[in-house]
Antibody, heavy 120, light 107 residues
Framework: QVQLQESGPGLVKPSQTLSLTCTVS??????????WSWIRQHPGKGLEWIGY???????YYNPSLKSRVTISVDTSKNQFSLKLSSVTAADTAVYYC????????????WGQGTLVTVSS | EIVLTQSPDFQSVTPKEKVTITCRAS??????LHWYQQKPDQSPKLLIK???QSISGVPSRFSGSGSGTDFTLTINSLEAEDAATYYC?????????FGQGTKVEIK
């Protein structure tokens, strides 16, 4: 059974960089066949896809966040990470990591989510 | 970017009633539409893939239909445990997008 677990600071100051890591267990990122995504949910709101990475390091970012987002992968640790720079209160959200399959290209496994609050 | 619009935003339903949620895409996405259920303080859970294909372990009262731009999620004989917010999601193109969600409340 694949499991994903987010970790990182729950509080980030405005203008700083938000950094989160997703640790994958029960399956290897480097086996290929899947895209590894970050998705966020503002309090009481809907889901916003941030971007994804393939095990090779290939990425795609949501154009709405592209200038501030970096997603990276560490296959040796079976982890992938999110960095979001120059954060503001509008970046306060629950951040999820999720696996997107090839067939179907749907999010079949999710982490439990981690709340990140941007505040001084 | 493909915009997904769900209706209604909110639905209050009695147990055993039938629930219908629609999702309309801003352009044709074939069958690349998936449905999720999110209960309070939980992660979303994949309910239906490719518009109408069932997911192992999901109760058979959940079904989906549609293609192109118009899709429907149906919950037959609603149960109390189905109280949740339901989202559609398209994987036809990047960036991936979601509908705004439909909250289903049990009367």
């Amino acid at each position: 059974q694949v499991q994903l677990q987010e970790s990182g600071p729950g509080l980030v100051k405005p203008s700083q960089t938000l950094s989160l890591t997703c640790t994958v267990s029960g399956g290897s990122i480097s086996s290929g066949g899947y895209y590894w995504s970050w998705i966020r949910q503002h309090p009481g709101k809907g889901l916003e896809w941030i971007g994804y990475i393939y095990y090779s390091g290939s990425t795609y970012y949501n154009p709405s966040l592209k200038s501030r987002v970096t997603i990276s992968v560490d296959t040796s640790k079976n982890q992938f990470s999110l960095k979001l720079s120059s954060v503001t209160a509008a970046d306060t959200a629950v951040y999820y990591c999720a696996r997107e399959g090839r067939v179907p290209p749907a999010f079949d496994y999710w982490g439990q989510g981690t709340l990140v609050t941007v505040s001084s | 970017e493909i915009v997904l619009t769900q209706s209604p935003d909110f639905q209050s339903v009695t147990p055993k009633e039938k629930v219908t949620i629609t999702c309309r895409a801003s352009q044709s996405i074939g069958s690349s539409l998936h449905w999720y259920q999110q209960k309070p303080d939980q992660s979303p859970k994949l309910l239906i893939k490719y518009a109408s294909q069932s997911i192992s372990g999901v109760p058979s009262r959940f079904s989906g239909s549609g293609s192109g731009t118009d899709f429907t999620l149906t919950i037959n004989s609603l149960e109390a445990e189905d109280a949740a917010t339901y989202y559609c999601h398209q994987s036809s193109s990047l960036p991936r997008t979601f509908g705004q969600g439909t909250k289903v409340e049990i009367k």
